[in-house]
């Protein structure tokens, strides 16, 4: 279901892990849509349990988590299927930022002011209960729970903030 990520990071079960380019569940190049992945049937309004939240971008989609760590926890997902953090290249930098800024207009609009108190990111792999991308917005992040600062702890093996993704995207290019 929908923001499955609450659950246990012990529950979670490995994404599929197909070939670059093939557009397959787990290919960070982007496949259109994927019947199966409720993030894609959830974009498209196919889910009629979850509603959409205004985005002023046509290419990705907000909702609520359903199983919020937070009082103001948001999903932002790419409207076209895209594999986990994990897949994605340096060429995805944009739609990181992107993501980035649609979280935090979200919380903006919903009210919540105080950028420095927030938590926004990914679960790294095989931590991904959903093989599509999607950046978790949380706030305040001085209330999260006990569950939820273990599940979306900055630092640990489990949990990437965007800032993290974007300089680990940036690096692997110039190693390489």
């Known amino acids: 279901m929908a923001g499955e990520e609450g659950a246990a990071p012990g529950a979670a079960q490995p994404p599929a892990d197909p070939s670059p380019g093939s557009g397959e569940a787990g290919d960070g190049g982007g496949g259109g849509y994927e019947a199966k992945c409720v993030f894609c049937r959830i974009s498209h309004g196919e889910e009629p349990g979850t509603a959409l939240l205004p985005c002023e971008h046509e290419d990705l989609v907000c909702f609520r988590d359903i199983r919020p760590g937070a009082p103001h926890h948001y999903l932002v997902v790419p409207k076209n299927h895209m594999g986990n953090c994990k897949t994605l290249?340096?060429?995805?930098?944009?739609?990181?930022?992107?993501?980035?800024?649609?979280?935090?207009?979200?919380?903006?609009?919903?009210?919540?002011?105080?950028?420095?108190?927030?938590?926004?990111?990914?679960?790294?792999?095989?931590?991904?209960?959903?093989?599509?991308?999607?950046?978790?917005?949380?706030?305040?992040?001085?209330?999260?729970?006990?569950?939820?600062?273990?599940?979306?702890?900055?630092?640990?093996?489990?949990?990437?903030?965007?800032?993290?993704?974007?300089?680990?995207?940036?690096?692997?290019?110039?190693?390489?």
């Open 89 to 176: 290249k340096k060429e995805h930098i944009p739609l990181v930022e992107k993501m980035l800024a649609a979280g935090k207009s979200m919380l903006q609009r919903n009210n919540f002011t105080d950028l420095n108190d927030i938590r926004m990111g990914f679960h790294w792999p095989p931590f991904c209960s959903i093989s599509h991308l999607h950046l978790h917005v949380l706030a305040p992040a001085s209330q999260l729970g006990f569950l939820s600062r273990m599940i979306y702890r900055i630092n640990s093996y489990w949990f990437i903030t965007a800032e993290q993704l974007i300089e680990r995207l940036q690096s692997e290019n110039t190693s390489s």
